[in-house]
């Protein structure tokens, strides 16, 4: 059986609508905050140093969220993360949302390619996900 990377977060009052339900961009932020959290505990960044200038970053080429249920002001949602697919450059994420009521209430996908970027003159190049790294992000691979 995989691993799932999970975390948790409150819903706080500026990330919901008037109605005081979360407001759908909140969502990507979420998933963006939990790949984030995913990768320290993996030992890296989403930004990492590399020689001569350089760093090692990971610039989206998609995401996607699908509502599936109402998710209100102080909700404590439940994260968990996978990776449907890691290739060669890219990693693909997958996040299940579930409400306190341990039911599921979004589903979002994050694709990220693994780069080398030159910060000075905003040159971004593909690479291949370093192999100490994907190594340890292996046990979270899974089946859609």
Known sequence: MPERFITQRRVEFCETDAAGIVHFSSLFCYMEQAEHAFLRSLGSSVMQKLEGGWQLGWPRVRAECDYLGRIQ???????????????????????????????????GVLIAVCCRIHPATAVVEPVPIPDELRVRMSPYLCDI
């Open 73 to 107: 002001f102080e909700d404590i949602l439940e994260i968990q993360l996978s990776i449907p697919r890691l290739g060669r450059t890219s990693s693909t994420y997958q996040f299940d949302f579930f409400s306190p009521a341990v039911k599921l209430v979004a589903r």
